[in-house]
Nanobody
Framework: QVQLVESGGGLVQAGDSLRLSCAAS????????MGWFRQAPGKEREFVARISISGAITNYADSVKGRFSISRVNAKRTVYLQMNSLKPDDTAVYYC????????????????WGQGTQVTVSS
């Protein structure tokens, strides 16, 4: 079992930066690939970024590539999402999730989810 708690969301202006954190409890955090997803009102949950167990491999959605950066510190059981040059289109609830098998860009492949943190970007 892995429990995930996100933090760091808020209201910012376009062009600003935010760093989201996801703290995990449970001894098996380092056994999971970790991902960030987001869901805007009226839209489906979409993949944002993922990081491999060791942190050596990262992948990003095209919409955030070059602006967002995912990282993890296994000793702290924490994964981060650094978001720079934020745009109004980035407004959504952001979720972190833990994954062990299956396609890493599909929500149904993930086993555990946090409750989400709201990010709102004003123009």
């Amino acid at each position: 079992q892995v429990q995930l708690v996100e933090s760091g969301g808020g209201l910012v202006q376009a062009g600003d930066s935010l760093r989201l954190s996801c703290a995990a409890s449970g001894r098996t955090f380092s056994s999971y690939t970790m991902g960030w997803f987001r869901q805007a009102p009226g839209k489906e949950r979409e993949f944002v970024a993922r990081i491999s167990i060791s942190g050596a491999i990262t992948n990003y959605a095209d919409s955030v590539k070059g602006r967002f950066s995912i990282s993890r510190v296994n000793a702290k059981r924490t994964v981060y999402l650094q978001m720079n040059s934020l745009k109004p289109d980035d407004t959504a609830v952001y979720y972190c999730a833990a994954h062990q098998r299956g396609p890493w860009n599909i929500p149904h492949s993930y086993d555990y989810w946090g409750q989400g943190t709201q990010v709102t970007v004003s123009s």
